[in-house]
């Protein structure tokens, strides 16, 4: 299991208030390229976040009077084993009762010294983003009953190869931003796939590292 160190933060102005969560791996090991390139990936997203929400406030200087801007990350390590590691982190910007959230997602393997993309997963035989559409629809309903189904169905097309996801020791969990689904929606929405459910389309690479 990796070492991972918590990193915060904490900056504030008259107009925006920053708190910064985030992961770095803290661990000396022959795998110090691909930990340094993991770490120095999440940090420059961290900073460039910060900075854009920063320039931003500084630009609508007028509009912000009332208000201050917070500017928000938190992350979770939801995969941590066998030199795989997956670490969501929400990117949050909240003024007065605005709210917009993006995540996005760091699903890396040391042994590999690459970043783990959602066809690594899924066995390419297989059409495994149909596959999961058509289950994904389904758990649509309860969004579609809430919000306007009209938005949604215009709107979303389904997961594609880039889709942005984590990974749970037993099984994926697709995100979705703020307003990405339907500009109706702007919490962030999960939908987890069990491994026990996909079991005939999932690759070898992840019954053998992975769900195991």
């Not at 938190?74 to 990117?91: A, D, G, M, Q």
């Not at 997602?105 to 690459?114: F, P, V």
């Not at 938005?151 to 594609?160: E, Y």
Request: net charge negative; glycine share 2%.
């Amino acid at each position: 299991m990796l070492s991972i160190d918590k990193i915060v933060i904490d900056e504030s102005t008259s107009l925006v208030k920053c708190n910064l969560s985030y992961p770095i791996i803290n661990e000396e090991s022959v795998y110090s390229n691909i930990i340094n390139l993991i770490n120095n990936v999440v940090y420059e997203d961290i900073i460039t976040f910060k900075d854009v929400a920063s320039d931003e406030a500084n630009i609508n200087i007028f509009t912000l009077t009332e208000n201050i801007l917070h500017v928000i990350t938190e992350y979770r390590v939801t995969l941590n084993k066998n030199n795989i590691i997956s670490i969501p982190i929400e990117f949050s910007q909240l003024l007065g009762l605005y709210d917009i959230t993006y995540i996005n997602c760091y699903n890396y393997d040391l042994d590999k010294s690459k970043k783990i993309k959602l066809s690594d997963l899924f066995n390419g035989d297989k059409d495994y983003i149909k596959i999961i559409n058509d289950k994904l629809y389904r758990k649509f309903q309860y969004l579609i009953k809430r919000y306007s189904p009209e938005d949604i169905q215009k709107n979303f097309q389904g997961i594609c190869s880039e889709q942005n996801f984590y990974i749970e020791k037993d099984g994926i969990v697709l995100c979705f931003s703020s307003y990405e689904i339907s500009k109706s929606i702007s919490h962030v929405v999960e939908f987890k796939l069990l491994f026990s459910e996909y079991e005939e389309i999932l690759s070898e690479y992840t019954i053998n590292n992975i769900w195991s």
